[in-house]
């Protein structure tokens, strides 16, 4: 089955820095890449997604790159806030089947 | 009102115990999943179900078992609570459309003592 590895597993940053999260898959096929964000005390949710036949997608201070060759992935973030802060899963999944996660990367943006 | 409702919020059992967690939504959507969170081991996806009279398993499904009541209703059950089954229990929505999307509940922390 697919395989999702992310890293790092946590980051820490000063506000108003750039982060980036980093993601690969291991199975060819997979074409929906979406990440989700999860807040202290609450169920993730979706923040953006990116399809296979894409490059790079762009939604205000967050963007996120798919380089299929290579099979990886990754979620920028941009003039960082500290609201910003919560953990960030990647997923992968083949068509309309499951997704499967990655193990989470907790982000830590100090004022 | 939350699109996607667990019960209870925190429940802490003790071994052997049978315990049964539930999940209702008002997204009108016919997938339902149940994940189990560890710190450090990321979302693990237990059983899903497609529709009303479809259940499968993920990848972690062993001592657990689940029952689609309704469209809009989905538990999950473990028949015999065991420590290492202490966890954080989500569920979540999907419309078959856009079955990437996934609506989460609040979460269930579960603790076996």
């Known amino acids: 089955g697919e395989n999702v590895e992310q890293h790092p597993s946590t980051l820490s940053v000063q506000e108003g820095d750039s982060a980036v999260i980093k993601c690969t898959y291991s199975d060819s096929a997979s074409n929906y890449f979406p990440w989700y964000k999860q807040e202290l005390g609450k169920g993730p949710q979706l923040i953006i997604d990116?399809?296979?036949?894409?490059g790079e997608k762009k939604d205000q201070r967050i963007a996120v790159t798919l380089n299929k060759t290579a099979k990886h992935f990754s979620l920028h973030i941009t003039e960082t806030q500290p609201e910003d802060s919560a953990v960030y899963f990647c997923a992968a999944s083949i068509g309309y089947s499951t997704l499967t996660f990655g193990k989470g990367t907790m982000l830590l943006v100090s004022p | 009102d939350a699109d996607v409702t667990q019960t209870p919020r925190n429940r802490i059992t003790k071994t052997g115990k049978r315990i049964m967690l539930e999940c209702s939504q008002t997204?009108?959507?016919?997938?339902m999943y149940w994940y189990r969170q560890d710190p450090g081991l990321g979302l693990r996806l237990i059983y899903y179900?497609?529709?009303?009279?479809?259940?499968n398993k993920g990848e972690i499904s062993d001592g657990y078992s689940v029952s689609r009541q309704a469209q809009a209703k989905f538990s999950l059950s473990l028949e015999s609570a065991i420590p290492n089954q202490t966890a954080l229990y989500f569920c979540?929505?999907?419309?078959?459309?856009?079955?990437?999307?996934?609506?989460f509940g609040s979460g269930t922390q579960l603790s076996v003592l």
């Open positions: 990116i399809r296979s036949n894409v």
């Open positions: 179900s497609f529709d009303v009279k479809d259940i």
């Open positions: 979540a929505t999907s419309d078959p459309t856009r079955p990437w999307i996934l609506f």
């Open positions: 997204k009108g959507h016919d997938r």
